[in-house]
């Protein structure tokens, strides 16, 4: 099993705003890493570290984090974040990485 | 432009061995830790194995110790992954990442991602 928790299925609104959450012990000590991942294709960064989006990455993209949680926020979802969401960061012991289940974003 | 592609992936029989390659062009490799990451079929993201630049630190999943070794040729622009005693369970696409950081043991923020290559373990 996973040491970072998220919800398997999230939805939301076009337009509206998602937060999509990572739970997890090690996060009270190392930032948490997001992923998008579009059907057959391998997975691209989104949004890493205290606060830094890749380049090409659309400002509607956040990070934020307290305590051992860890939040993506999506301002305004757009169809073309359908996707699936995966958080990382290390385990609890800090020697070995780990990702989360993943979240499967419906925007309606 | 970074480019990594994988090769190496197939149908073994359970107990069996193949070795992954990646290779990467468009940086340069041997200032970046690498990592493998897989997924198997309808299922999320595990982290495999990761390796310094230099190739003298690795990092295993406890799930894959003892069978799967991750290695790096960073004269031929080439990071590999042997897999032993290959079980049913073994079975998703592997995809080689590369850190998006320079100098330092992989930190899992995978900025560039292969297309991946498929491993079967069935008989």
């Known amino acids: 099993s996973s040491e970072l928790t998220q919800d398997p299925t999230v939805s939301v609104a076009l337009g509206q705003t998602v937060r999509i959450t990572c739970r997890g012990d090690?996060?009270?000590?190392?930032?948490a890493t997001w992923y998008q991942q579009k059907p057959g294709q391998a997975p691209i960064l989104v949004f890493y570290g205290h606060n830094n989006r890749p380049s090409g990455i659309p400002g509607r993209f956040s990070g934020s984090s307290s305590g051992n949680t860890a939040s993506l926020t999506i301002t305004g979802a757009q169809a073309e974040d359908e996707a699936d969401y995966y958080c990382n960061s290390r385990d609890s012991s800090g020697n070995h990485l780990v990702f989360g289940g993943g979240t499967k974003l419906t925007v309606l | 432009e970074v480019q990594l592609l994988e090769s190496g992936g197939g149908l073994v029989q359970p107990g069996g061995s193949l070795r992954l390659s990646c290779a990467a062009s468009g940086f340069t490799f041997s200032s970046y830790a690498m990592s493998w990451v897989r997924q198997a079929p309808g299922k999320g993201l595990e982290w495999v194995s990761s390796?310094?630049?230099?190739?003298?630190?690795?990092y295993y999943a406890d799930s894959v110790k003892g069978r799967l070794t991750i290695s790096r040729d960073n004269s031929k622009n080439e990071l590999y992954l042997q897999v032993n005693s290959l079980r049913a369970d073994d079975t998703a696409v592997y995809y080689c990442a590369k850190d998006l950081f320079s100098g330092y043991d992989s930190r899992g923020v995978f900025d560039s991602w292969g297309q991946g290559t498929l491993v079967t373990g069935s008989s």
């Open positions: 090690s996060l009270g000590s190392y930032y």
């Open positions: 390796i310094s630049g230099s190739g003298g630190s690795t």
